[in-house]
């Protein structure tokens, strides 16, 4: 069983658009996690939540870009700033009680990360990424959205 999240926090190019799975490693999400590590695609590399160099984060947390990684750049800012973003918040999660302790060697996380290659702000960067893992984790953890009173017609009609 695996645990869904979403979040969009911030503005400008440097706004973070995330999505978590967090999730059992006996399970699919640890098949997930394991495929998408061996089969890194050009643009695409996978990386792990370090809180500081030689140091993962538990439980242990997959980062995957959803945006081209072209050149050094926009690799900087994702092996760096968001890197870094992504484990913290992880960390300060599990220290919240939000991701609980019983089994951090059990459970992973995947976290899909948008980073514009336009950013240029590291510290913005890196704030509305920690924010928006935070609140995608909480959302996952509480099962955010509840279908009570949930209506996808009046949501598309408050669109339009």
């Not at 999730?23 to 996690?33: N, P």
């Not at 439980?59 to 750049?73: A, C, G, H």
């Not at 092996?79 to 913290?88: C, D, R």
Request: charged share 20%; with cysteine.
């Amino acid at each position: 069983m695996y645990l869904v999240g979403e979040a969009l926090v911030g503005e400008g190019a440097e706004l973070a658009h995330v999505d978590v799975l967090v999730g059992d490693l006996e399970g699919v999400l640890g098949s997930s996690l394991a495929q998408a590590m061996a089969r890194v695609r050009m643009g695409h590399t996978p990386l792990p939540g370090v809180i500081r160099p030689n140091l993962l984060v538990k439980p242990f947390t997959l980062i995957v870009p959803k945006v081209d990684l072209k050149n050094f750049s926009d690799v900087a800012r994702v092996f760096g700033p968001v890197q870094y973003a992504v484990a913290k918040a992880v960390a300060d999660a599990v220290e919240e009680g939000l991701i609980p302790v019983g089994d951090l060697d059990g459970i992973a996380v995947i976290c899909g990360v948008y980073v514009d290659p336009e950013a240029r702000d590291v510290n913005r960067l890196f704030h509305y990424n920690y924010s928006a893992v935070k609140l995608a984790l909480k959302r996952a953890m509480s099962g955010f959205p509840s279908w009570r009173g949930f209506s996808p017609r009046r949501i598309v009609q408050g669109i339009r």
